[in-house]
């Protein structure tokens, strides 16, 4: 894969607007035949300049802090579920005024937050009808993530409460939650909902709204989709009425952006060739640190495995002074120099959402690709927007 259509000098971001609709388009798909409403999680990708693009299938989502619902309600819309692992007396009352859906994290958060919600569905009954639905999270212990950092299942978690504890439902109790999955596939939600039913079953049938949470990798090449929808018309099925929600950040804008890059340097040590380009994994590309993982890059050999010694195998540096950041390896069918571009693949969600500007390492530009071919530019970073942020 090779790019034919000039770019912008790099370090840059770009985003495909017709990879973006293509997403938009299976999630619709996956929506209407399954009757599951679909919101979207600013947590995997919050670059509101492309929303006008996702408001045209979307504009219901999901938000953990008052600056997530502010994104939405400025530029996505109104339908808003809100869910943290607590609250505060400070930011609360601002929930109430923009969520229509807010879930608790424990039977004490909503002890002590619920007679709020009453009050201002009261209030409001009279006035202009508008109103919060009361939920809260629970905890099916059922772990389908390998990877410790990305599971709320695991023992000890913060996250929700057990079937245990909860023996009897509050009072004013809408909607349960529950978030196990992380770019998982539909076999791994019904392995989920199979505990969540066997722990929490007779519940189902006394609450309005079940969310399913993120994770939910529906537009990944190879997604069960006739499964997904399988399952869920079963699970209504069961408990009739209930309405069920997820809320994907990753399925949103899964293969719809990349960063390109320069090579600066080649450097050779114990054996090891590493290219140093102009971004940083431990700056713009965090998760791969993080998770960790090997992102693909489109100038290399596919699939291919290095071998020890192997000419042309490469570990990528990036250009901060963080020991660790690198990764590697990948093999090329020629060798790399300086002011070689590369294209870092699939660098839309969970990406700039996570970048930071440790080092004061220059932060890429953000660009969208039209389906005509052409390029907007949506944002360029300065040196005041790195002195900016401790001003």
């Given at each position: 894969m090779t790019e034919t259509l000039p770019l912008p000098p790099t370090p840059c971001y770009v985003?495909?607007?017709?990879?973006?609709?293509?997403?938009?388009?299976?999630?619709?798909?996956?929506?209407?035949?399954?009757?599951?409403?679909?919101?979207?999680?600013f947590k995997a990708n919050a670059l509101w300049k492309t929303f006008p693009i996702i408001a045209e299938y979307f504009t219901a989502s999901t938000a953990s802090s008052l600056n997530e619902m502010r994104l939405s309600l400025d530029y996505l819309g109104h339908d808003?579920?809100?869910?943290?692992?607590?609250?505060?007396?400070?930011?609360?009352?601002?929930?109430?005024?923009?969520?229509?859906?807010?879930?608790?994290n424990s039977v004490a958060q909503f002890e002590k937050?619920?007679?709020?919600?009453?009050?201002?569905?009261?209030?409001?009954?009279?006035?202009?009808?508008r109103r919060v639905s009361a939920g809260l999270r629970?905890?099916?212990?059922?772990s389908v993530i390998e990877t410790d950092i990305y599971n709320p299942s695991l023992p000890g978690s913060r996250f929700g409460v057990d079937a245990s504890d909860l023996t009897e439902l509050p009072d004013g109790l809408e909607g349960l939650h529950f978030h196990a999955l992380c770019e998982s596939t539909s076999y791994d939600l019904e392995k989920v909902l199979d505990a969540v039913e066997e722990q929490f079953g007779p519940m189902l049938d006394k609450v309005k709204w079940l969310n399913m949470g993120g994770g939910h990798l529906i537009t990944r090449e190879g997604y069960d989709v006739d499964h997904f929808v399988e399952i869920t018309r079963r699970l209504r099925e069961r408990h009739p009425g209930l309405e069920l929600i997820i809320e994907p950040g990753s399925a949103f804008t899964w293969q719809t952006g990349d960063l390109h890059t320069t090579v600066l340097d080649v450097v050779e040590n114990a054996g090891v060739?590493?290219?140093?380009?102009?971004?940083?994994?431990?700056?713009?590309?965090?998760?791969?640190?993080?998770?960790?993982?090997?992102?693909?890059?489109?100038?290399?050999?596919p699939d291919s495995e290095p071998v020890e010694g192997e000419e042309w195998s490469y570990r990528l540096g990036g250009n901060s002074c963080l020991s660790g950041d690198y990764v590697g390896d990948w093999r090329f069918d020629r060798p790399l120099r300086p002011g070689d571009r590369l294209t870092l693949l699939d660098m839309n969600h969970y990406t700039t959402v996570k970048t930071n500007m440790f080092n004061g390492i220059q932060h890429p530009s953000m660009w969208l690709r039209r389906e005509d071919g052409t390029l907007q530019l949506l944002r360029e970073f300065t040196y005041e927007d790195y002195r900016d942020r401790m001003d």
């Open positions: 985003v495909d607007e017709a990879r973006l609709r293509r997403n938009m388009r299976k999630l619709t798909d996956a929506s209407a035949r399954s009757g599951v409403k679909i919101i979207m999680a808003v579920h809100a869910y943290c692992p607590v609250y505060t007396e400070q930011t609360f009352p601002h929930f109430l005024e923009g969520c229509t859906h807010i879930t608790l937050y619920y007679p709020a919600i009453k009050a201002w569905n009261e209030e409001h009954a009279a006035t202009d009808g629970i905890n099916p212990h059922c060739s590493t290219a140093i380009i102009d971004a940083s994994f431990a700056c713009h590309m965090p998760d791969c640190l993080e998770m960790p993982y090997k992102p693909g890059i489109a100038e290399a050999i």
